[in-house]
Nanobody, 124 residues
Framework: QVQLVESGGGSVQAGGSLRLSCAAS????????MGWFRQAPGKEREGVAG???????RYAESVKGRFTISKDNAVNTLYLQMNSLKPEDTAMYYC??????????????????WGQGTQVTVSS
């Protein structure tokens, strides 16, 4: 059974940085997409950044140049480095795993395993 555990969320002021981590376990060797999604109160879940097994990435336009997704296969951990944070980045952030397909990296419905989320709050 796939298990994804996020950590690293918190409260920061605008312009600050946070690094989210997602420890993954329980999945068979293969090719996968891994992604970060976020959901603010009253809004739909949106794709923030994704990375496939080849290391190719995609980013939402709203975070390009500020966020960086990466993974360490040796420790089965996904990261999201978030810089120049803005109040509109405030949301619950989720890690997810799904079948490999670069075109669907930011599409939540294509992922079938999710973490419990970690809250990010950015104050102005």
């Amino acid at each position: 059974q796939v298990q994804l555990v996020e950590s690293g969320g918190g409260s920061v002021q605008a312009g600050g940085s946070l690094r989210l981590s997602c420890a993954a376990s329980g999945y068979a060797y293969g090719t996968y997409n891994m992604g970060w999604f976020r959901q603010a109160p009253g809004k739909e879940r949106e794709g923030v950044a994704g990375i496939d097994s080849d290391g190719d990435t995609r980013y939402a336009e709203s975070v390009k140049g500020r966020f960086t997704i990466s993974k360490d296969n040796a420790v089965n951990t996904l990261y999201l480095q978030m810089n120049s944070l803005k109040p509109e980045d405030t949301a619950m952030y989720y890690c997810a795993l799904g079948p490999q397909n670069w075109w669907t990296l930011l599409r939540a419905e294509r992922y079938n395993s999710w973490g419990q989320g970690t809250q990010v709050t950015v104050s102005s």
